[in-house]
């Protein structure tokens, strides 16, 4: 059982998702070093997450669930520091892929990493080009999928070392400096398959309707959970064909503006970097097919 690394996450059904992540971090970091928070325990999860270490908590929905469970993660994030040098933590839907440029496995990287530090990878969203990309994936994702944006709101905090606080959705840390290294990028998976995206938001708004508050200023769930937010499917996708294509894959000019716009978030604690728009999409190069 190694130490060097360990990855934690929190699920509520999202049995697509959770097939992808047990296959990337259960085969990079062993499923013995792989932590489930599991709402309701469901059977099919503990059938699926067979090795891993699996929390049950109960699963009724809660208007202050997201509040409750970032409690829970901040907490088991740092009791994991004390046995892995790294802990990574994130959403079911988010996984850290390491450039295959690199020439090493994440594992490997990690074991090399300096500690006492927080990695933030570049967010990118794999999206489905639905009219070019028409078949589900498979036991692959790069390859079916090629294409990205970029998505600052998904560059985040996500490999600890150290302890710190890390904010409600995971979007910022108390550690007041930013690692970014070139080779680190977290994929967002939310919109990697079209019929896995009706079906995920068909989950989410039951639960918001399930606990019975009129929007989502009146509980501490993010917005996006609710149907007043969810707009038309199709439209989702369509507007991510509609963006332009760049050619090339530099992602150095971003992490410079995250560098160059790193500063304490008021007076919270927390500290950020600008999180501009970007319609650019890009065209993952063919090194990336198979890393995911």
């Known amino acids: 059982m190694q130490s060097t690394a360990c990855a934690v996450t929190m699920l509520r059904d999202d049995l697509f998702f959770l097939?992808?992540?047990?296959?990337?971090?259960?085969?990079?970091?062993?499923?013995?070093?792989?932590?489930?928070?599991?709402?309701?325990?469901?059977?099919?999860?503990?059938?699926?997450?067979?090795?891993?270490?699996?929390?049950?908590?109960?699963?009724?929905?809660?208007?202050n669930f997201d509040m409750k469970r970032w409690r829970l993660l901040n907490n088991l994030v740092m009791g994991l520091n004390a046995y892995y040098g790294h802990v990574i933590m994130g959403d079911v839907d988010e996984l850290v892929v390491i450039d295959p440029a690199a020439g090493m496995g994440l594992l490997d990287w990690l074991a090399g990493a300096p500690q006492r530090r927080v990695y933030t990878p570049l967010g990118l969203e794999v999206v489905q080009m639905i009219p070019d990309e028409p078949e589900p994936i498979g036991a692959r994702v790069i390859g079916p999928?090629?294409?990205?944006?970029?998505?600052?709101?998904?560059?985040?905090?996500?490999?600890?070392?150290?302890?710190?606080?890390?904010?409600?959705?995971?979007?910022?840390?108390?550690?007041?400096?930013?690692?970014?290294?070139?080779?680190?990028?977290?994929?967002?998976?939310?919109?990697?398959?079209?019929?896995?995206?009706?079906?995920?938001?068909?989950?989410?708004?039951?639960?918001?309707?399930?606990?019975?508050?009129?929007?989502?200023?009146?509980?501490?769930?993010?917005?996006?959970?609710?149907?007043?937010?969810?707009?038309?499917?199709?439209?989702?996708?369509?507007?991510?064909?509609?963006?332009?294509?760049?050619e090339g894959f530099d992602m150095r000019p971003v992490r410079k503006a995250m560098q160059r716009s790193w500063r304490p978030r008021g007076d919270t604690g927390f500290w950020e970097f600008d999180r501009p728009d970007d319609d650019r999409r890009f065209r993952l190069p063919e090194r990336f097919t198979g890393a995911l």
Request: hydrophobic fraction near 40%; include cysteine; glycine fraction near 8%.
């Open 19 to 63: 097939e992808i992540w047990l296959r990337h971090y259960g085969g990079l970091l062993g499923r013995e070093n792989c932590y489930i928070v599991a709402h309701g325990r469901d059977p099919e999860v503990l059938s699926m997450a067979e090795g891993c270490n699996i929390v049950g908590i109960p699963g009724d929905p809660h208007k």
């Open 145 to 246: 999928r090629r294409h990205v944006r970029i998505a600052p709101h998904y560059s985040k905090p996500c490999i600890v070392s150290t302890g710190t606080k890390i904010a409600r959705g995971g979007h910022y840390t108390q550690f007041d400096t930013l690692f970014t290294p070139d080779v680190l990028y977290l994929f967002h998976l939310k919109y990697v398959d079209f019929e896995a995206y009706r079906a995920v938001m068909d989950r989410r708004n039951a639960v918001t309707a399930a606990v019975n508050v009129d929007s989502h200023k009146d509980a501490s769930i993010g917005r996006h959970w609710f149907a007043e937010a969810r707009g038309e499917d199709r439209a989702v996708f369509d507007a991510f064909a509609a963006r332009p294509l760049e």
